[in-house]
């Protein structure tokens, strides 16, 4: 089983908000002053947030950050438990 | 007031994690397959940690990641709160 990696969840959950919101990836790479491009790597995992970065998207989401990392948390909680169980299987 | 950024809180679990377990930089990066001066500079915040060597990291710790996330998302709400009652006053 391939491990899940923490910026798949982060994108993941970015996208999950922006969609929840009905926006557009241009609204929002604008709003956090990041590049179309750059916000849509990270939404697919494919790029590596920096913490400046990962703030200013949640800022420009109007989520708290610590709210998508507890989010982020759960899920990957989730995943090491689906991992354990696959292992004792 | 500066705002806290996501690496720092992280490099500082993971020093509190290291600390509660006794052990030296040496012996975490030698389990984790990272340069000893990788390991620092991420413990300090200067550096960020991509999501492969944050797994190996704290699987050397023996510490599930969804955990030390959890964590860093609790010391975030507390910074958050901070900022936000400053904010207020």
Same mark, same amino acid.
Request: a positive charge; proline letters at 2%.
């Given at each position: ?28 790479? *604008? @709003? /956090? ?13 494919? !790029?590596? $947030?920096?913490? %400046? =970065?990962?703030?200013?998207? *949640? @800022? /420009? ?13 759960? !899920?990957? $909680?989730?995943? %090491? =438990? ?5 292992? /004792?299987?």
């Amino acid at each position: 089983m391939k491990p899940v990696l923490v910026r798949e969840l982060i994108g993941e959950t970015l996208r999950e908000l922006r969609f929840a919101q009905g926006r557009t990836l241009r609204d929002v790479s *604008t @709003a /956090a002053r990041v590049s179309l491009g750059y916000l849509s790597e990270v939404e697919r995992g494919q !790029k590596e $947030a920096s913490s %400046e =970065l990962l703030a200013s998207i *949640t @800022a /420009a989401l109007e989520v708290p950050l610590s709210v998508v990392l507890l989010t982020v948390s759960d !899920k990957l $909680a989730a995943a %090491e =438990l689906k991992t354990r169980m696959a292992r /004792a299987a």
